[in-house]
Nanobody, 124 residues
């Protein structure tokens, strides 16, 4: 499985961006796709997760809940992260990840595949 992330960029505080992550290869093996982020000098942290099969359930970190929306397009094997009301503290490299198990994992060790990062910079 290969993951290709895109959509990062620079935006002012209060603005919006949408990230995309397209999966290719053995995509039938993917049950969950998620977004993580890593700010300069900090560890990678969980942002949001999406069940890619029947339930479509989602889970968000407290820091983005109410501002970010994770969604899917199964026909395109793509997951999106709509980021609204962006804050300077959202500045980070954002990574998409996928796992072969059900359940909305929140630690990076639970994920089998990773995309390259895409940089999001929010200025005040």
């Amino acid at each position: 499985v290969q993951l290709q992330a895109s959509g990062g960029g620079s935006v002012q505080a209060g603005g919006s961006l949408r990230l995309s992550c397209a999966a290719s290869g053995r995509t039938f093996s993917i049950y969950t796709m998620s977004w993580f982020r890593q700010a300069p000098g900090k560890e990678r942290e969980f942002v949001a997760a999406k069940d890619m099969w029947s339930t479509g359930s989602t889970y968000y970190s407290d820091s983005v809940k109410g501002r970010f929306i994770i969604s899917r397009d199964n026909a395109k094997n793509t997951v999106y992260l709509q980021m609204n009301s962006l804050k300077p503290e959202d500045t980070a490299v954002y990574y998409c990840a996928a796992r072969r198990l059900t359940g909305l994992g929140t630690t990076e060790y639970e994920y089998d595949y990773w995309g390259q990062g895409t940089l999001v910079t929010v200025s005040s």
